[in-house]
């Protein structure tokens, strides 16, 4: 996490939080780019022997600001509709340095991938094969696909966001993956060039992992194809409060290292969380406080309308307060959003430094999926996002207007 107390004073990097609460509307998003940047580069220091492709996720923070900064940094991009390719090239991300990935591709977003001449389209089904080959055709190219492989891999992270399991809506599963390798010299205008991946997120665990690389192999071995690459998605978890579990990527590393040298391949990953995720800070002011019972209710002017994971998926981010108080609330503490919805709360806690109304208070962990999920709910208008940035602030997305919403 990139913040620091300084005295009772929260900071983001070396700007105080609360400077730039004066200035700016909340609730907003802000991130610091120095702890994005580490994070990649800690990424791929973990993968440097196997000299990966690493394509940011777009779907976890879609900000054309963020995805040019990573972009800088030689990342290419991992987008699942037309709207996200279209932010990952206004980002200057190179073609050949784009995946796109989706079960449910439309007809115009595959046209618009052939014709951007992204590296790979990962397919999910024969007729989406069908579908590329018909457009390729009419557009006079050959298109370079991945096919996605469901290998039935529980990651054992939450259900709903779980992907690798036979179950699960992604993918082909291992027999009609070799039964379309063995037939897919039908489709004249396409070209197999990659196998992808991805069995869930927020994944703590190598266990997992290790087993879908020993699925991999195997298929590939059987499905007797030279892939050019092996998209191994990701997933990767982070702690979002102390003590909680890290996943060992170094391990994983190893583990991928000698899977590249079995087959020969280019390796590719799509990490999201890990590079933006500790990155964001969600700024919100006290509008509230009231007693119910035993209970001290902090409703803030941030709801699930602009941080939906806690509802969606009881995910539970800490809240800590700009200006740190020595004195405690008596009582338990729950932070609620103003939305009309009882799912509209953050987190419950049984003390707390003391809060009045007006105060800002800060929702960490909150880069990956945080302003990419947030909607107009109750004609809420979306939060601005700041970056910070060498000692520079800066509005990356500017709040919208009530007007734009009507």
């Known amino acids: 996490m990139s913040l620091i107390y300084k005295g009772q004073n929260l900071y983001v990097d070396n700007t105080p939080i609360r400077s730039i609460a004066k200035k700016n509307i909340t609730p907003f998003y802000i991130y610091s780019y120095k702890k994005m940047r580490a994070n990649y580069q800690t990424f791929y220091n973990y993968f440097k022997k196997v000299n990966p492709i690493i394509c940011f996720s777009v779907k976890s923070n879609s900000n054309v600001s963020l995805i040019s900064e990573l972009g800088k940094l030689g990342s290419g991009a991992d987008v699942v509709s037309e709207g996200e390719l279209i932010k990952a090239l206004k980002a200057k991300i190179k073609p050949n340095k784009i995946v796109f990935s989706g079960v449910g591709k439309t007809e115009e977003e595959l046209r618009a991938a052939i014709k951007s001449k992204v590296l790979l389209i990962n397919i999910e089904s024969e007729s989406e094969a069908r579908l590329i080959d018909k457009i390729s055709k009419k557009m006079r190219r050959i298109t370079s696909i991945g096919?996605?492989?469901?290998?039935?891999?529980?990651?054992?992270?939450?259900?709903?966001?779980?992907?690798?399991?036979?179950?699960?809506?992604?993918?082909?599963?291992?027999?009609?993956?070799?039964?379309?390798?063995?037939?897919?010299?039908?489709?004249?205008n396409i070209k197999i060039k990659g196998v992808s991946v991805h069995i869930g997120s927020q994944i703590t665990s190598v266990g997992p992992y290790r087993k879908t690389l020993d699925v991999l192999y195997k298929i590939i071995k059987s499905s007797r194809i030279n892939?050019?690459?092996?998209?191994?998605?990701?997933?990767?978890?982070?702690?979002?409060?102390?003590?909680?579990?890290?996943?060992?990527?170094?391990?994983?590393?190893?583990?991928?290292?000698?899977?590249?040298k079995k087959l020969n391949c280019k390796i590719i990953f799509e990490p999201g969380r890990?590079?933006?995720?500790?990155?964001?800070?969600?700024?919100?002011?006290?509008?509230?406080?009231?007693?119910?019972?035993?209970?001290?209710?902090?409703?803030?002017?941030?709801?699930?309308?602009?941080?939906?994971?806690?509802?969606?998926?009881?995910?539970?981010?800490?809240?800590?307060?700009?200006?740190?108080l020595k004195k405690r609330i008596n009582g338990n503490v729950e932070f609620?959003?103003?939305?009309?919805?009882?799912?509209?709360?953050?987190i419950k806690y049984k003390s707390y430094s003391l809060l009045n109304e007006n105060n800002f208070v800060a929702i960490t962990n909150v880069g990956a999926y945080g302003s990419s999920l947030s909607s107009n709910y109750n004609s809420k208008p979306l939060a601005s996002e700041i970056l910070v940035k060498k000692g520079k602030v800066k509005i990356i997305r500017r709040r919208q207007k009530i007007s734009e919403i009507i």
């Open 227 to 260: 892939f050019e690459y092996v998209d191994l998605g990701g997933g990767f978890g982070i702690p979002y409060r102390n003590k909680e579990k890290k996943i060992d990527i170094k391990n994983y590393s190893k583990l991928v290292d000698i899977f590249k």
């Open 336 to 346: 609620v959003g103003p939305i009309c919805e009882s799912t509209d709360s953050f």
């Open 147 to 188: 096919i996605r492989l469901n290998p039935g891999v529980d990651a054992n992270t939450l259900s709903k966001i779980s992907t690798g399991k036979i179950d699960s809506k992604f993918g082909l599963p291992k027999s009609n993956f070799l039964s379309f390798c063995r037939n897919f010299k039908k489709f004249k």
């Open 274 to 324: 890990f590079i933006v995720g500790n990155t964001g800070t969600l700024v919100s002011k006290i509008v509230f406080i009231k007693k119910n019972g035993n209970k001290n209710f902090i409703i803030l002017d941030a709801g699930m309308n602009d941080f939906m994971r806690p509802a969606l998926y009881n995910a539970r981010h800490n809240i800590i307060p700009v200006l740190k």
